[in-house]
Structures are given as C-alpha cells and as structure tokens.
C-alpha cells in the first residue's frame, strides 16, 4: 500500500430536505481494495457520485489523486474510472466500438488505443464478441466490458458502484477475479456494495455506511473480531429467563434478544464453552428447541452496530439521471 490516493473530510450531501451523506471522513491508500458496504439508500453511490466529480460537493472537502474535486474536476476526470450501477453502454455499439469511442474521448494516440483496446478486450474474454453489438450481450458480458472501458485510460483509482448487481453466482465470481487482477495491475479499485459476501472476499478496508454515516472501518477480519471468537443461538421455552442466566457465564461477552431466540457473543472458543452453557439453561428448567454455532460474519457485525439486518431498500433519492451517462 501507497500514501493516501483519496481524502475525505467531512463530506456532506442533501436532496432537498434528504441528508444522503451526513458528515464523513475517510482515507482511501493507493493500491488497495477499499468498499463502502450497506444497504441501498445508505449513501454510498451520493458518495461515489461526488468523488467522480457526476455531483458537485455541497460541503465539506475531497481529493482524488491529489486533486480537489471542487477546484480541478477535469483533472480529477483524467485520473479515474468509472463502472456505474445502472448499464450505460450504447446498445447499437460493438464491443470494440465501444472501446474505441471512449478512447477517442479521451484524445488517445491511435497507436496506444488500438493496443489498449486489444489488450482489454482479452483481459475481460470478450475476444469472441468482439464486433458483437452490445445489445446482444449476456448481463455478465455488459458488466466485464464496462469494467474494460473504465479502464480504457489505464485510471489510477477504478470507482465500481455495486458492479455485481443483478448476476448470477458463477459471473459474480468472475467478475471479482477481474476486480483482483485489476488491482494487482496497479490500479486502486474504490467499491460500493451491499453484499457481505463482496466485501468480505475483495476488501482490504471496510467501511460501513448507513443512513449517511459511518458506523464501523477496518478489515473484514478485524470487524468481525470486534465481535468476539464465536456466536451461539439459542430458541427456548423462555428466552428472557435463558438470557439472564447466559449473561452469568463468565465467558458470554454480550447477549442480547433477537425476533427468534437470543445471541451469545464469546470471548473464547464456542466449541469448549457451549456445553456448559447448555448445562445451565436445562438446569434453569428451561427447555431448548434449537442451538446453533458460527463464526462471526459481516452480517452480523452490521446487525451488532446498526440493530437489524442490512436490507434492500430504496435508491438514494433526487440523483440527477443525466449525470449518469457519462463522465
């Protein structure tokens, strides 16, 4: 990892009367993964938006690439990439016409566009579609040859907001060896995602963002260890009872009520404690109906700081949609 690549100090964004980002503060290093992970609607691609300089920045400061958004947004432009969330590709382009178009936007010698543009177009393994129009694509095709047309400029920061929305399984997975093998290329990949599992795999640094504000930073790992070693469920006959006495076990750490049953976070080995646990909730003469063990998850690391689980909600209100096709 590099020095800091982007600098946010206490960015804020309204629509109206709608805080989508309310006062943040973060730290991007050159060369890493870094994702923004939460729901829909939690501010996250206001963010990206502002970064990319698709919105202006109502309050607070940003640099990309040493730029400052507000004061040199061209600049800014020439340094990144950008994957929206929403498909902007033109439908009635080929594959490398697509390519082309977006090198010669951007004034690219013929020589290196050329070269460029063979170079991604098998990177991504479109070599077979090459002169295909992009209306006849698979929605995993789309998405790998809008990840290669951000990176037409060799950008030292790629922006790829929710680039695995709406794929299946198997593309996902590809599409995250693409975003690995960009990465290892050099090039700081910034992600906005509301899938755990997205963040988990990719990430060097996390950071939470809900209804505009930052709850937690760190890696996957260290977010989950804020948690504990291991989390016990338990539904029982009386799960008021079953808790206070679970909150007696010296090595229970938190336990809380959940819709169905109770959470046990460990500071110690699940697997050595849980008959004991177990022992003294049937001596309470309680019965259990179910108990399940697990690691700590990003899920549950959202569900530990926010309340409730990360949800799909609505889209970040009043973006204005034609700052959407293009940049």
Not at 84 to 89: A, I, N, R, T
Not at 146 to 155: K, S, V, Y
Not at 263 to 287: F, H, Q, T, W, Y
Request: proline letters at 4%.
């Amino acid at each position: 990892m590099g020095d800091n690549i982007i600098e946010v100090q206490g960015l804020t964004h309204s629509f109206g009367d709608f805080k989508a980002v309310d006062d943040i503060s973060f730290t991007v290093e050159e060369g890493e993964i870094f994702s923004f992970l939460g729901p829909n609607g939690a501010g996250k691609s206001t963010t990206i938006n502002v970064l990319t300089t698709q919105l202006n920045c109502q309050k607070g400061a940003a640099k990309v690439c040493g730029y400052d958004v507000k004061k040199n947004p061209h600049e800014v432009k020439k340094s990144i990439g950008i994957v929206f969330q929403d498909e902007v590709l033109d439908r009635d382009l080929t594959v490398r016409e697509t390519l082309e178009f977006h090198g010669r936007i951007y004034s690219m010698p013929r020589d290196q566009r050329l070269a460029r543009e063979k170079e991604l177009i098998e990177l991504v393994e479109l070599e077979e579609k090459v002169n295909e129009r992009t209306k006849n694509l698979s929605g995993g095709m789309k998405r790998r040859l809008e990840i290669a047309r951000g990176l037409m400029t060799r950008p030292r920061v790629l922006f790829l907001d929710e680039p695995t929305i709406g794929l299946d399984p198997q593309t996902r997975l590809r599409i995250w060896d693409y975003i690995k093998g960009v990465n290892e290329e050099g090039t700081t990949i910034f992600l906005t995602t509301h899938y755990m599992d997205e963040a988990d795999r990719l990430s060097d640094r996390i950071e939470i963002i809900d209804h505009g504000k930052i709850i937690a930073s760190g890696t996957a790992d260290s977010l989950k260890n804020t948690l504990g070693k291991d989390m016990i469920y338990l539904e029982t006959a009386d799960d008021d009872k079953a808790m206070a006495i679970t909150k007696g076990v010296p090595e229970v750490s938190n336990a809380k009520r959940m819709p169905k049953g109770i959470e046990l976070i460990l500071n110690v080995d699940g697997s050595k404690v849980m008959p004991s646990i177990l022992r003294a909730v049937e001596d309470g003469g309680i019965e259990i109906a179910s108990v399940k063990m697990k690691k700590p998850s990003l899920d549950d690391v959202f569900v530990h700081y926010t309340g409730r689980e990360i949800r799909d909600g609505p889209a970040e209100t009043g973006f204005p949609m034609r700052a959407r096709r293009g940049h």
